[in-house]
C-alpha cells in the first residue's frame, strides 16, 4: 500500500523560461481633486505629531495645582 503520490511539477513553458502567475491584488495609485471617483484627500496629507504624554501632562498640572493648595 502506498501512503502518498509524488507529483512532478513544472514550472517552465517550452523556451525554459519559469511561468509567473499574475499578481493578486492590484491597485490605483491616489489621484489628485476635490470631487469625483477615487479621488481621495485632495492630494498628500501633510504629517501631524501626535502628543502621546498628553494623559501625563495634565496629571503633572492636577499633581501642581493640588499641592499649591496645600
Given amino acids: 500500500m502506498q501512503d502518498r503520490n509524488h507529483i512532478l511539477k513544472n514550472f517552465r513553458n517550452e523556451e525554459k523560461e519559469v511561468m509567473i502567475a499574475p499578481p493578486n491584488v492590484r491597485t490605483n495609485p491616489m489621484k489628485r481633486g476635490s470631487v469625483g471617483r ?12 501626535d502628543e502621546f504624554e498628553r494623559p501625563r501632562l495634565f496629571a503633572a498640572a492636577e ?8
Avoid at 38 to 49: D, L, T
Avoid at 63 to 70: A, N, P
Fill in 38 to 49: 477615487n479621488v481621495h484627500f485632495s492630494g498628500v496629507i501633510p504629517y501631524m505629531e
Fill in 63 to 70: 499633581r501642581e495645582y493640588h499641592y499649591s493648595k496645600l
